[in-house]
Each structure stands twice: as C-alpha cells, then as structure tokens.
C-alpha cells in the first residue's frame, strides 16, 4: 500500500534568526515497498543547533535534515520486522522508506536496544545518541582531562554542554559553566557544577573568569564560539587543550564578525585547539553509549528533556534553540 508522507522542506535559505516562511510543510505519496525494505514512522524528532548552518550547504526544496527515533510499521525486510523501534538520520519528516541494501552506517541508522532504550526511547536521539556521543568523545579524546584541572565550558545547560560538565566531575575535574539564565544557571549547579554564571548579567566575562578559575584555565570545551573563543584563551594556562564543538552565537550571524587575532594566544600558551565532527567516532559509539548509560544507572550522569509535541510544531522546537528555549535536549514527540 502506498502511504503519504508529511515533511519540512526549505524555501529559502535562513537570513538571521530562521523564519517559519522560510520552511514549508509538504505532502508527498511514497511508493509500495520492495524486496528488503521497510517502512519508518517518526516517532522522536530532534532538533540540533548544527541544522542552522548546514542548511546553507542544500538547495531550496530541500529536505530538513536530522535524526529521529521511528517505528517499523511495515516490512518486506528480513532484518526488522513490525513495532522494531529504529533510530535514523531520516529528516523531519513522518514517514521514511528505508533499504537493506544501504549500509546501516552510510543510511545513520540502528535498531534500538530494548535493554539500554527501555522505557526511554528519545535519549536515541539525546544522551545516548548523537549529543551524547558529541560530549563523550569531544571532551575526552581531545580535551585528555587529568584529575584536578579546571574546564570552562559555555552552553552549559544545553544537551552537550550539561553532561560535558559532568562527565568532567566523574573525571575529577573542576567545573566552570555559563548558561543564559538564572533558572538554567541553578539547574546546571543541580548537575554538580562548582561554579556556574548568567552570562548574560555577570558583567565582564574576562574578570568573572579571573574570580571563578584563580588558577588559570586548563581545559575549554566551546559550544559558543566568537568572543568567549577569544576570552578564554586568554587566561588559559600553558599547554591547555581547547575542543571546539560549535560556535551557535555566530550562525545567525548576518555579518560576519570582527575578532582579534588568536594565534599569538595559541603559540604563547601552546595550546591544543582541535575542532571535531563527532561522526569520525561513529564505529565508537557503542562503547560511548554503554559508558553513559551505566553512568546513569549509578545517578552519575543525568539529563534533562525540552519536549514539544505534535511534528508541525518542529520550527518552534527548533526556533528555541537560538532564544534559550530548550534546558537539556531538544526533542519533538511525533
């Protein structure tokens, strides 16, 4: 039988903050299955920061990207059967044709352990998904913390940055945090944070920095970008390592904007500055997701939901990532 799939398809490219009449909600019919296919029904949609700047890189008319945990509601495939619950880089859209003859890597999909997703089925797409394995690796693999360093981390109450923080503690390190308001400041501190800051009531960043790290700044882990890249380098101390997972203050950027020079900072403190895409861990993140989940098991790690339901409200969803919105991971339940 054929099925009509509803999706979010882009009108035109973002200019500034995204605008709903930039995006569209269309209808198209999906063919009858094949041999060794079978058919997805979104039910967790995410919303990531990083879809505001790749959206630049497709055409107009083009789908949304991102991931979504769906439900197999029909199957001409040997390998999942109906009510399998899979987790895909499947877009916003409500229902996806997905082939055997695509590698699970290359179509970003996996079937969902009932063990380690019972009864949470949307951290697939949150702590133990891709958010989860951007703070496991981008933090651990480049930052190397050792016990006893001190780490600034920015989007502090976000979904990286909030377990970021925490997986700093469980590593023994001292934690600095900056979120956008006084109730997402309190919540980071519930994390176990040492300190946290609004930042935007603190005053000047570079002394709330010289009062919160007396010590200097061994590790930074920057989901911001722009001025808090330069701030804190500034007062970092030699041979800190710096992990660049995003830089959300400037994708909205109409102007691009003007900085000082970093590499002085960089060569005189000989510092280790590595960006990352954390898709070159994905043969990893089976590891990465049995780590966290039993470090949530043992009340080490938690995690913090923003749920908006109902799929035509995704650009609210995804609008809330650039106005302060979401605490946690963002999510939109189908």
Same mark, same amino acid.
């Given at each position: 039988m054929s099925v009509k799939c509803r999706k979010w398809v882009l009108k035109s490219h973002f200019c500034g903050m995204p605008k709903r009449e930039d995006l569209d909600i269309v209808e198209e019919e999906l063919p009858p299955l094949k041999d060794g296919e079978f058919l997805c029904e979104a039910v967790w949609l995410s919303v990531d920061p990083y879809m505001r700047p790749y959206t630049k890189n #497709?055409?107009?008319?083009?789908? $949304?990207?991102?991931?979504?945990?769906?439900?197999?509601?029909?199957?001409?495939?040997?390998?999942y059967s109906v009510g399998d619950l899979v987790v895909g880089n499947y877009g916003w859209r409500t229902h996806t044709v997905v082939s055997d003859s695509v590698p699970e890597a290359a179509g970003g999909r996996s079937k969902l352990s009932p063990t380690l997703y019972k009864d949470r089925e949307s951290t697939a797409v949150g702590v133990l998904g891709m958010p989860g394995a951007t703070a496991y690796f981008g933090f651990l693999n480049l930052c190397t913390p050792k016990e006893g360093e001190t780490l600034v981390v920015?989007?502090?109450?976000?979904?990286?940055?909030?377990?970021?923080?925490?997986?700093?503690?469980?590593?023994?390190c001292r934690v600095v945090g900056f979120a956008g308001s006084d109730e997402k400041v309190e919540y980071v501190k519930g994390l176990g944070f040492d300190e946290a800051f609004n930042?935007?009531? $603190?005053?000047? $960043?570079?002394?709330?920095?010289?009062?919160?790290?007396?010590?200097?700044?061994?590790? #930074? #882990?920057?989901?911001?970008g722009g001025e808090w890249f330069e701030t804190v380098l500034a007062q970092m101390n030699t041979f800190g390592r710096v992990s660049i997972c995003g830089a959300i203050s400037q994708y909205n950027a109409e102007e691009k904007p003007k900085g000082n020079y970093v590499s002085q900072l960089i060569l005189g403190h000989q510092l280790k500055v590595e960006g990352f895409i954390v898709l070159r861990w994905i043969k990893e993140w089976p590891e990465c997701f049995k780590q966290m989940s039993q470090w949530i098991a043992e009340g080490k790690l938690k995690?913090?939901?923003?749920?908006?339901?109902?799929?035509?409200? $995704? #650009?609210?969803a995804f609008l809330g990532l650039f106005t302060g919105a979401n605490i946690g991971k963002a999510v939109v339940k189908a």
């Open positions: #497709f055409p107009p008319g083009s789908s $949304m990207i991102g991931g979504q945990v769906a439900k197999v509601v029909e199957s001409r495939s040997s390998n920015n989007g502090a109450a976000g979904a990286v940055g909030s377990l970021v923080g925490q997986i700093a503690k469980i590593k023994g930042y935007k009531t $603190m005053g000047s $960043m570079s002394e709330t920095l010289k009062k919160a790290c007396p010590k200097g700044i061994d590790l #930074f #882990f920057d989901n911001v995690y913090e939901e923003t749920v908006t339901v109902g799929f035509d409200n $995704m #650009f609210d």
